[in-house]
């Protein structure tokens, strides 16, 4: 069974940055997502990262998110900067097959940005 444990998240004013991690246990993961969900929205893919290190990003968050991994600790991390109003979500982690979530989610990381 694998288990997924989101941190990092808080309340940042526009314009500031969070990092947010994500430890995976039970197996490893080849491909990573960070998927969040808005208020009232769908849950929405936002960064992926694959185990050659090929990244890609979803248009709202291209050039202000950038994901990375660590392999021998089973996490994937994302640095959130210049973030928004409209980036306020629960942000999740988990594996990403044929650009779909694979593994039940874990709690997921409150991301408030608001002055």
């Known amino acids: 069974q694998v288990q997924f444990v989101e941190s990092g998240g808080g309340l940042v004013q526009p314009g500031g940055s969070l990092r947010l991690s994500c430890a995976a246990s039970g197996s490893w993961i080849s491909t990573w997502g960070w998927y969040r969900q808005a208020p009232g929205k769908q849950r929405e893919l936002v960064a992926t990262?694959?185990?050659?290190?090929?990244?890609n990003y979803a248009g709202s968050v291209k050039g202000r998110f950038t994901i990375s991994r660590d392999n021998a600790k089973n996490t994937v991390y994302l640095q959130m900067n210049s973030l928004k109003p409209e980036d306020t979500a629960v942000y999740y982690c988990?594996?990403?097959?044929?650009?779909?979530?694979?593994?039940?989610w874990g709690q997921g990381t409150q991301v408030t940005v608001s002055s």
């Open positions: 988990n594996r990403v097959v044929s650009n779909s979530p694979y593994y039940a």
């Open positions: 990262i694959t185990s050659s290190t090929s990244t």
